[in-house]
């Protein structure tokens, strides 16, 4: 029955569509939409256009070294094989990438697959030789060489080879992003084409390439961040940074403390568990992406903590006189007994994420609520000798947690594994290469592009990983939550401004300390259901500007990003619309 009725829409698919009246030239470097009439009937589709006439192809996001791609020919969809060296310790993984690139394209070409193949006599078919210089390397790291190159050569009509070099498995995984880019069904003459003559060579300007999410103030589910992985990956993103936890819930599943989630997690069935874990840490792998988990404190801790005694402030009101949003909540560091806990559950991300860098948080510390909880004040008075002054508790208690939170991080890890920490009233104290030696911590800056104090950090030799508010901040513009205004951040933060947010623009001579950045969602105001209308495609805007560092800004850019929106579409993203559709079909014609 049901074989039945898929028979049957298929030839209703078949038999309805109707033949486009129009037809698109290349001029320049964007396509025009041209009335066909019978002098130009073999005129090109929109998608062959798309892919013979945009500078770079319309590849997203565009090379960074030569592109040549031209003379299209028909091919058999499902006629992708490929090669590669035999029980290596990557074999498996350009096996599973490549499973999931023949899935993708029959995506990209959308429901006309089923159609099966032409009739036409010369159809070609395609085979991916990889020649990948590291046989070893399985997990993306700091120094992972990403880049690939791409030739073909046509064999007599029949075989399209397309030849991949790259140093590691991950470079021939983005090349494979970018082949699946250049599969295009003609809408016009119902094929589907590839170029038989392509070469590029590409690789990555910046080399963490991120996304941060927020799965604390509003659950994800695992189903949604799997989406997002998926986006990431045809983006070329490379880092999730995983905002587990945070005051308002406790989602993930320790085995040392299962307490935290059972008091924690909104409910027992929004929590990340082991299998859970395990599965998007391989489910992002495959895709070219380490996941990178952030245990955020001092502050930001305050449900699931309920039974430890550890926590200080929770809930406590007003909330604006203790912390920046309600619940509030900060790790009382006088209380020797955290860092035995603090041990134990870095011990479970550990073995977990085996992360080469650890994301401590460290942002927003609130002197108020250490300083109103009278077995902390006393404990610095009488067992420090320390005073209460600002001073105190910055340079003086703050510190203290942080070098007996680390010194656990370490024993934990077996070795000094390097820290992430937000940029705060900590990193910007004068002697804060004292308390945060550059050669151990990486600072991830939130504050606003023109914060002259980043500058003063790049000088300091701090490596940096930008995540500045003002352009990268995706919860931004939306409603107040607390108040009837609007949200803190606000304005929305378009994609033409995240795509401008040039890390060499506000790092100038110090631009080799930018590691690179991340677009930030902070799930106040989303979750699950607004997630992918929230992140993309204005993520993938940012990943241009990350990979490529294009010297023009987003003007240039539009043409190709929409149609990029459109393979997150056609990926099961519901990245949110950026122009009306006629522009994407009118090119060049909706420009102020
Ligand atoms: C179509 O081609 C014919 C012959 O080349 C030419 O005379 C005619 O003007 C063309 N028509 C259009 C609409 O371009
Ligand atoms: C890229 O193109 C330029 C200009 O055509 C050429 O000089 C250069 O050799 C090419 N590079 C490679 C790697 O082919
Ligand atoms: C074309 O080349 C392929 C692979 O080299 C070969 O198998 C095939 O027989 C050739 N076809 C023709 C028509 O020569
Ligand atoms: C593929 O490219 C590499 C590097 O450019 C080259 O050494 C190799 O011979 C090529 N292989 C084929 C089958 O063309
Ligand atoms: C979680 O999975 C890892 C392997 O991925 C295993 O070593 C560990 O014992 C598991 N923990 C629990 C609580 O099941
Ligand atoms: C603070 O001190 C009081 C009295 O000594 C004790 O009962 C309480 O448990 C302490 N609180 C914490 C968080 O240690
Ligand atoms: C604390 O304050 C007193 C009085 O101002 C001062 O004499 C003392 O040096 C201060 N102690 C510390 C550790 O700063
Ligand atoms: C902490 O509280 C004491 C009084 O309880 C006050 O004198 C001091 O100024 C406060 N410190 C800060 C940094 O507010
Ligand atoms: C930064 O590093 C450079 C090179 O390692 C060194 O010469 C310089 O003194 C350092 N600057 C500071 C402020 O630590
Ligand atoms: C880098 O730029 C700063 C000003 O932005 C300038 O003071 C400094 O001399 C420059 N350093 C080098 C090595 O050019």
């Not at 040549?68 to 499902?78: A, F, N, P, R, W």
């Not at 070893?136 to 690939?148: A, H, I, P, Q, V």
């Not at 064999?155 to 082949?179: I, K, M, Q, W």
């Not at 105001?525 to 929230?534: C, Q």
Request: proline residues 4%; charged residues 20%; glycine residues 4%.
């Amino acid at each position: 029955m049901l074989i039945k009725t898929l028979i049957l829409l298929n030839f209703y698919v078949l038999f309805t569509i109707g033949t486009s009246l129009w037809h698109y030239e290349c001029l320049e470097s964007y396509c025009e939409k041209t009335l066909t009439t019978s002098n130009t009937s073999n005129g090109l589709s929109l998608s062959e256009c798309n892919i013979l006439c945009h500078n770079g192809a319309a590849i997203w996001p565009k090379p960074t070294g030569n592109v040549t791609v031209s003379d299209l020919v028909e091919i058999d969809l499902k006629s992708f094989t490929f090669t590669t060296t035999p029980q290596t310790a990557i074999t498996s993984l350009v096996t599973e990438a490549f499973d999931i690139f023949t899935k993708q394209i029959k995506k990209f070409v959308s429901c006309k697959v089923f159609l099966g193949k032409s009739n036409a006599i010369d159809v070609a078919s395609v085979q991916v030789v990889f020649n990948i210089l590291d046989q070893k390397l399985d997990l993306m790291t700091f120094g992972t060489d990403e880049s690939y190159r791409i030739e073909t050569q046509l064999t007599n009509n029949s075989v399209v080879y397309v030849n991949v070099t790259a140093p590691s498995f991950f470079g021939a995984r983005h090349a494979l992003e970018t082949l699946s880019q250049l599969v295009v069904y003609d809408d016009i003459r119902q094929r589907t084409l590839f170029p038989s003559n392509i070469f590029i060579v590409d690789g990555p300007i910046y080399s963490w390439r991120g996304i941060s999410l927020d799965t604390s103030r509003n659950y994800v589910t695992p189903k949604a961040i799997k989406r997002t992985l998926r986006a990431m990956a045809a983006s070329k993103l490379n880092t999730l940074h995983w905002h587990l936890t945070d005051t308002a819930s406790f989602p993930y599943v320790s085995k040392s403390h299962p307490e935290l989630s059972e008091y924690g997690a909104y409910s027992p069935s929004k929590v990340y568990n082991n299998d859970t874990v395990k599965t998007l840490i391989e489910y992002a792998r495959v895709r070219g992406i380490r996941v990178v988990p952030e245990l955020d404190s001092p502050a930001h801790v305050g449900e699931g903590w309920q039974t430890t005694g550890v926590v200080t402030c929770f809930n406590w009101k007003p909330w604006d006189d203790y912390c920046v949003e309600p619940p509030c909540g900060q790790f009382d560091p006088s209380q020797d007994k955290l860092y035995d806990i603090l041990e134990d559950v870095y011990g479970d991300f550990l073995s977990q994420f085996d992360p080469e860098v650890f994301h401590m948080g460290g942002d927003e510390v609130n002197v108020n609520c250490w300083n109103s909880t009278s077995n902390l004040t006393k404990w610095m008075v009488e067992e420090k000798g320390w005073n209460l002054t600002k001073e105190d508790f910055l340079d003086k208690l703050w510190p203290y947690f942080q070098d007996e939170a680390s010194k656990r991080l370490y024993k934990a890890a077996g070795k000094e594994i390097p820290i992430i920490l937000w940029t705060s009233e900590l990193t910007f104290l004068d002697n804060v290469q004292e308390i945060l030696p550059p050669s151990k911590y990486l600072l991830q800056v939130w504050e606003r592009s023109d914060d002259l104090r980043i500058q003063t950090l790049l000088e300091k030799n701090y490596s940096l990983i930008l995540s500045n508010y003002d352009a990268l901040y995706l919860d931004c513009g939306f409603g107040g939550w607390v108040d009837d205004g609007q949200n803190w951040c606000s304005p929305y933060k378009t994609w033409q401004t995240i795509y401008d947010n040039k890390p060499e623009v506000i790092a100038g001579n110090r631009t080799s300390q930018i590691l690179g950045g991340e677009t930030a969602l902070w799930t106040e105001e989303s979750g699950t259901n607004s997630l992918d209308s929230r992140l993309w495609p204005r993520a993938a805007a940012f990943a241009e500007t990350l990979w490529t560092s294009p010297s023009t800004n987003w003007e240039q850019a539009q043409e190709r990003f929409l149609i990029h929106r459109e393979r997150l579409v056609a990926l099961g993203i519901d990245a949110d619309e950026i122009q009306p559709e006629w522009c994407r079909r009118n090119q060049h014609n909706c420009r102020l």
